[in-house]
């Protein structure tokens, strides 16, 4: 079975500077997709990226970007030019491209934002 | 567009009593449901899955159970709630035919068993 490991309970970041949220997973899998949700207080869960494994380059929204290392099986979350707004938990999911399996999801990382 | 509509939003109820939460998608068909839970401070745990009416697979032994009476409908159940079902809950769904799109999630239950 896939397992996903967010190694990083809890950062911290202060407003207009970078940080990289890791994640790693583990698979015997050539195809799946990965996604990295935040979940803000409100605890809505919202879909921050998504990269697809058979696709090399990394994927980018706005101040958003992901390092996907397929054969290091990584995936790190960078967040440019840190905003308050951006403090929320982040998680990290895995999904097979093959069946209809579901998401599978790490423990996710607290993210604080210092003004 | 599509929707999903999760209820209640809150809940209080004592040990033992029965539990019913629920969730339905508007605007798609056939899509995949799940029910996850997410304890405090800690990661979402998928407790079960559906692709279809009556298709329901358990991922963790527990005190809860699925039904999926109608295509768009995924109820979260249990006879006699323990203190150790306290959490959130969130429904989620995806669509079937694409693989690589997201799960789009309910607002959540927060239930808390006392």
């Known amino acids: 079975a896939q397992t996903v490991t967010q190694s990083q309970p809890e950062m911290s970041v202060q407003e207009a500077e970078t940080v990289t949220l890791s994640c790693t997973y583990d698979t015997s899998e050539s195809d799946y997709y990965l996604f990295w949700y935040k979940q803000p207080p409100s605890r809505q869960m919202i879909l921050v990226i998504r990269q697809e494994a058979y696709k090399q380059q990394n994927a980018t929204e706005n101040r958003f970007s992901v390092n996907f290392q397929k054969a290091a099986k990584s995936f790190s979350l960078k967040i440019s030019d840190s905003q308050l707004g951006d403090a929320a938990m982040y998680f990290c999911?895995?999904?097979?491209?093959?069946?209809?399996?579901?998401?599978?999801f790490g423990k996710g990382t607290r993210l604080s934002v210092i003004a | 567009s599509q929707t999903i509509h999760q209820w209640p939003a809150t809940l209080v109820q004592p040990v033992g009593s029965p539990l019913s939460l629920e969730c339905t998608v508007e605007?798609?068909?056939?899509?995949?449901l799940y029910w996850y839970r997410q304890a405090a401070g800690r990661g979402l745990q998928l407790l079960f899955y559906s692709i279809g009416i009556g298709q329901i697979s358990s991922e963790v032994p527990q005190n809860l159970s699925a039904s999926r009476p109608q295509d768009r409908q995924f109820i979260l159940s249990s006879k006699k709630l323990l203190l150790s079902d306290s959490g959130f809950y969130l429904c989620a769904w995806s669509d079937r035919g694409n693989l690589g799109t997201e799960a789009f999630f309910g607002q959540g239950t927060r239930l808390t068993v006392v």
């Open positions: 999911a895995y999904r097979s491209a093959s069946g209809n399996t579901p998401l599978v």
């Open positions: 605007g798609t068909s056939n899509p995949n």
